[in-house]
């Protein structure tokens, strides 16, 4: 079991601590310290007030911020929660994946997923009702602009000539590439495009506006990475080759007063019995303090008893 963590920019209006330079250097480095394997940050570019104001959360630039934590740190992978694919040019996704994965030695990972935010499509300039046919093809071009010179690519929606984007990634033959999403369309893109798959608790008021499938028990967790298993071995490919990265569903961190570790550590080892292998820990953002602090309590109780 491996654990990462998104950076807790989590609310809108967020404490301003936490997205200062000395704020997630400081994040950063006590989570390295404590034992994570992974960091991230959410992509948002260009969220409504509307949804800010119903529950939804501000963000930085996904790519910026973990170059920004890569530097200041040696160990901890660099994982987006998630990058929203449509949202740009796989060309320009590549460039920067491939950027990151270099500066940071090997360090990368594209976690991404379609999108549910209508207003945000619309503020890009992106069709909303493209989101899936563009996803697809935006994962058939970062794959092929890493690992082919001279590339020629032809398209619905992209389209290139004679493209050799260099310098390559330290990944070989890429970064992993993770697949979020519920649903069974996201499993079906694992198989073909990916190496993790990275659904999300979800129940079913939170699945209809995520517009993704309800899940909301291990149980059922444990079948779905179960049909993901078969997918994969009918496609040749070792079911176990494939990550499972999933948050515990009772939503209680170590940033909680009443955060209890023996339950969490109970509630690991059914995540594990289900299939996952990454879990992304919850960190409170009203500072850096709490934030670091609940970072050493996690190592010191959870990472530390494993």
């Known amino acids: 079991m491996r ?3 998104t950076h807790p920019m989590n609310s809108h209006p967020y404490h301003p601590d936490v997205v200062s330079g000395a704020g997630i250097t400081a994040i950063a480095v006590a989570a390295e310290k404590a034992g994570f394997h992974g960091f991230g940050f959410t992509d948002h570019p260009a969220p409504s007030q509307r949804w800010l104001e119903n529950g939804g959360h501000d963000a930085l630039d996904p790519f910026v911020a973990m170059s920004f934590a890569a530097a200041h740190t040696t160990t901890l992978r660099l994982i987006p929660n998630i990058v929203v694919l449509p949202y740009r ?3 320009v996704v590549a460039k920067a994946a491939a950027t990151l994965d270099l500066l940071s030695d090997g ?3 594209l976690a991404v997923g379609v999108g549910y935010l209508r207003r945000e499509f619309a503020a890009l300039g992106v069709e909303f009702d493209e989101r899936a046919e563009l996803f697809e093809e935006a994962l058939e071009v ?5 690992t082919t010179d001279d590339l020629t690519f032809e398209g619905k929606h992209f389209s290139a000539r004679g493209i050799t984007a260099h310098p390559r990634p330290v990944a070989r033959p890429h970064p992993p590439i993770w697949i979020g999403g519920n649903t069974v369309a996201a499993r ?3 198989v073909r495009y990916g190496d993790g798959w990275c659904p999300f608790p979800a129940p079913a008021g939170l699945a209809q506006t995520a517009k993704t499938a309800p899940l909301d028990s291990v149980e059922r967790l444990a079948e779905l990475v179960a049909d993901l298993h078969r997918r994969l071995e009918a496609a040749g490919r070792d079911p176990g080759s494939a990550d499972i990265a999933f ?3 009772h939503g209680k961190g170590p940033g909680d007063d009443d ?3 023996d339950e969490y550590l109970s509630d690991l080892q059914r995540l594990a019995a289900a299939g996952v292998t990454w879990v992304n820990v919850q960190i409170p953002g009203d500072g850096v303090a709490p934030a670091t602090e609940a970072l050493e309590r996690f190592g010191a109780t959870v990472i530390d008893a494993i």
Do not use: E
């Open 89 to 91: 040019n796989p060309f």
């Open 188 to 190: 079906r893109r694992v």
């Open 259 to 261: 955060f209890n570790a």
């Open 247 to 249: 948050s515990p569903l």
């Open 107 to 109: 360090r990368f990972t």
């Open 142 to 146: 970062i794959r092929a602009a890493w």
């Open 3 to 5: 654990f990462t963590m």
